[in-house]
Structures are given as C-alpha cells and as structure tokens.
C-alpha cells in the first residue's frame, strides 16, 4: 500500500511531516497512516507538472494514447488488489467493486487511450483565399479534486481525458478514501508515464485543496463534489482567470407510471438508491410514483429492502456496506430525524443496524420515507440509503415534482408509452435521463449536470473539449492584402 505524496514520478513525504489516519468504515480500525499534502507540496506539484508539459503536449497522441492503454491494462492485472484496497477503504461491497468500480476504471483508461488521436480538430469554410483551420489545444496544468464516493473511479473520470488531451495533472483525493489513487499513480509511473505528468497530493480542502484552486500555473480545476464547496472554488478561481468545471450534488427523481413493468422498476430502484449505500451523485434519491400503483410498488420495494444482505464489504456476497465515514452516517440518520419531524412516515431502516457484528463500523439500514410535498428530505442532498417517496396522479404533477429541486443531474422513468417517455425526458431538469433503467454510464456518454449540479461533461467526445482549448489558423492561400493599406 502506498502511503506517500506521488509528486514528479516520486513517493515522497509531505514537506511539513503531517501525517492523515485512514480507516476501515467496516468497524473504524485504522487502516493507514498517509502523508498530508500541504501548500508547499502542492506548489511543488504544480511545478513539477509545469516542467512535464512541454514534453508530453508534444508527445504523439498515438504514444499518449498508448500509455493509457497500457495503465487500463496494469489496472487489470491488479484488478483483485485494488478492488479490494477500495473496499477497505470506502466501505463499497466487494462485489460492486469489482463488477463495477473495477471495470469502470479501467475502460475510462481505455476508451480516452483510443480517443487520444481520433479526437481531431476542423477546417472552417471561411472566405476564398484563405485556408482556416483549428486545432484543439491542451490547457497545460489541470488541479483535480475529488470526493470519497467513488475514489478510485474518479481517478479514471478526471485523468484519462485530461491525459488523452494532452494535459499534465495535479489530484487531490479525499483525505478520506486516498488509497486507489496513490496506488494508480504507482502503476501509471511503472507502464512509463514520464515524471511530472502525474501528481497525486492527498490533504485536506482547506489547505491543500485550496492552494490548488487559486495556484497562478493552474489552467483548470475539475471539481467534483458538494454544492456549497464547487461554488466557492468557482468563485475564487473566476477571480484569478483559472477556469472550473464543477460535478455538483443531486437529488435523483425516479417517476414511475401507472404503465410502468413493475418487477423492473422495483428492482431499477433498488440499484438506484442502495448501489454504493445510496452515496452517489445520481442516485435514484426520489420515488416519485403514481398513485394507482404505489401500494403494490411498495409492497414489493419494501420487501426486497428489507432483505439487502448488510455487512461486511469484504464479504463477496454482501449487497450493502457502511457508509464512508462516522460524520457521514451521522449525517444520513440526522436526516430521518428531519424527516419525522417534517411530518414524515418511516416506512423502512431509519437506523443503524442491530447486528452487533456490524455496530463498530457506519452502517445504515436501507431507508425508505414516505415524505410531504416541499420537505427538507424532498429537496436536501442525504447522500445515503434513503429514499423518499411522494404520490402524482397526472404527467403534469410528476413533472412538477421531479423539477422541484435547485439539482438537475441524473433522474429516471419507468413507462412503456413510447410517447410520455420521450416528453418527459424532454422536460425535465437533468444532464441524464434513464428510461426503463436507472444509472447508466459509459465512457462515450457525456455526465453532468445543470443548476446546482454544476457545468461541463466528463466522458466522451465533451469531455476532450473540457480539456482542450480551440486555435484557429489563418493560413493566406492567394487572398489580395485588404484594400484599407493597400499600396
Ligand atoms: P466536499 O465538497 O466536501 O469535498 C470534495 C473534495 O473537495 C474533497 O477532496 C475535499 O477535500 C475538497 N475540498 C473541501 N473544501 C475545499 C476547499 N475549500 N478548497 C478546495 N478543495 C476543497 O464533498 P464530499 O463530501 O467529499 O463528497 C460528496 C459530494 O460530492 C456530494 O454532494 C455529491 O453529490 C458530490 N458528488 C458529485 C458527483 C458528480 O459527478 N456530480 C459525483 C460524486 C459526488
């Protein structure tokens, strides 16, 4: 495991000495002891990132590409490694972790590998004599910060496009799940990415996070995490001409029609919100259901919560873990106590489980509220194994509902009318709609949201235009000099 700071292809110790514990959320034993990074570190990194530049910008695509490809396929020769590192260190079933995490991350790599030189520029049809054509240009130095849901996946999200494009990078992980990503950085240094195009510095938001931010040779900062901390990077990197691309909260509506496939939706919905113990930007956070079918919905969906095997994420069959950390689970159960207080009925969990196996570590049952039109919990991010549920009779109301919230990231619908399911996709307020499903990504299709879930795409074809700049040449073929100083 590795435990120290990976700046200019090096493990090294944070300048000052300051160390962060890490631990298992299974039962909080501490699982390690890492190096901080600090303001000093991160200038360090920026600077080493700074010398790479020139270098890799000139490199080939294909080699860039190339590199990717090969750190998709170390990432799979270690697959069982760190599925198992990301499962101690974020509480994330075993199982989810290497049918999903796992595979997620390497085909990140993979696919921006192969999009390394197929992404190309144009030539503009401007005015006779003259050929105009663009190229897209790295930014330079792109800061990367991210949270503790999915930490090892966030690495492939933020760094194969940034690479792909050309761009050297400084990451700081969550101080919290830091583990993945240093280990990343080791096997990206041994497939042969040169010194400096890679720094991973984990520390805390105030410090390190915050040099990173408002450091004059960052280009960009690609943000990924909560509503209330993006917006104030925003804020002070606008300040400074350094551009930020935010991936923000949300709060997921799940709308299921009368005419929806019951057993389907049932099931969609259980991925939506207890995937990753409901910790995810895009989980299917509200059911919003029409009201002829709610009762056998429920009746179905509170019997298969109810039987979600809970436990240890090392144990492969395990459905649902902790959740990452103590504050974290705090947090969630707060919130059934909002929602009771809002007037909320508590139709499943709302606690912690009883099994005294698991009461060391920050586990929440699976929880469902039936909560009030406009309530704290209808509108607030729980990030948690809590679902609400609220009632519609027409097409209108779902819609009302489901853009009710200041979110609009991923949402969902469950109907076989060809027709509804076209329109309501249309409108309503997200960057992602699921029909017949919920949650699907892949690295082709752009992610991201709108409002406060933030701007700008990862993945695909949007995601190389975040990271690349437009030059457009002007090359005079035959034109005569403009009249206006003609001689
Ligand atoms: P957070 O905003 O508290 O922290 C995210 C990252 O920002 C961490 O690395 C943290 O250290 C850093 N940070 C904190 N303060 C900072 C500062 N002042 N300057 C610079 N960096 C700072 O979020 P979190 O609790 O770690 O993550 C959960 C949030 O992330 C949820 O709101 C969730 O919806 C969001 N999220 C969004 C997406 C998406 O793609 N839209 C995906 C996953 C998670």
């Not at 990231?409 to 992602?432: E, F, K, P, Q, V």
Request: proline share 6%; charged share 20%; aromatic share 8%.
């Amino acid at each position: 495991m590795q435990t120290q700071l990976f700046i200019d292809g090096e493990f090294t110790d944070g300048a000052d000495g300051r160390t962060i514990e890490v631990f298992d959320p299974h039962d909080m034993s501490l699982l390690a002891t890492i190096s901080e990074a600090t303001e000093v570190d991160v200038d360090r990194a920026v600077e080493a990132a700074k010398r790479a530049y020139p270098e890799w910008k000139a490199m080939s695509a294909t080699d860039r590409g190339r590199l990717l490809l090969r750190l998709a396929d170390a990432i799979e020769e270690h697959g069982e490694e760190l599925a198992l590192l990301e499962t101690r260190d974020t509480g994330h079933p075993l199982r989810d972790s290497r049918g999903l995490d796992l595979v997620r991350t390497a085909m990140q790599f993979r696919y921006f590998g192969g999009m390394a030189d197929k992404f190309q520029g144009a030539v503009v049809p401007v005015d006779r004599g003259f050929l105009d054509y663009v190229v897209r240009e790295p930014l330079g130095v792109v800061g990367s910060i991210v949270p503790w849901n999915f930490p090892m996946m966030f690495v492939s999200w933020k760094m194969a496009p940034a690479l792909a494009a050309g761009n050297c990078i400084v990451m700081k992980p969550s101080e919290l799940t830091p583990l993945t990503a240093l280990r990343i950085a080791e096997l990206a240094a041994q497939v042969g990415f040169p010194r400096g195009v890679i720094n991973v510095l984990p520390g805390y938001g105030q410090t390190a996070g915050a040099r990173l931010v408002t450091h004059p040779d960052i280009a960009k900062i690609s943000f990924t995490g909560s509503t209330p901390v993006g917006r104030m990077i925003a804020s002070q990197a606008a300040g400074l001409g350094i551009r930020t691309h935010l991936e923000l909260g949300g709060k997921g509506a799940n709308i299921v029609f009368a005419d929806a496939t019951l057993p389907k939706a049932v099931g969609g919905t259980a991925f939506g919100i207890f995937h990753n113990q409901g910790q995810a930007c895009i989980a299917a956070s509200r059911l919003i259901i029409h009201e002829s079918v709610a009762d056998e919905f429920l009746e179905r969906f509170l019997t298969l919560a109810a039987s979600i095997k809970v436990g240890d994420p090392k144990d492969p069959s395990t459905e649902m873990g902790p959740l990452t950390s103590p504050m974290h689970r705090d947090r969630v159960l707060n919130y059934v106590q909002v929602a009771v207080d809002e007037g909320g009925e508590v139709l499943l969990g709302g606690k912690a489980p009883s099994d005294p196996a698991l009461t060391q570590g920050c586990y929440v049952e699976p929880t469902v509220v039936r909560a009030r039109p406009g309530s704290r919990v209808t509108c607030e991010e729980v990030f948690g194994p809590f679902m609400t549920v609220q009632t519609f009779s027409t097409d209108e109301e779902a819609l009302a509902i489901a853009n009710e919230t200041e979110f609009a990231l991923g949402g969902g619908l469950w109907t076989n009318d060809l027709s509804r399911a076209h329109r309501m996709a249309r409108d309503i307020n997200a960057g992602m709609v699921w029909v017949n499903s919920y949650k699907r990504a892949h690295p082709g299709s752009p992610f991201g949201g709108m409002g406060a879930s933030g701007y700008g795409r990862e993945m695909g074809f949007e995601a190389m235009h975040e990271y690349t700049e437009a030059k457009a040449i002007w090359i005079n073929v035959d034109a005569d000099i403009p009249p206006f100083y003609a001689r």
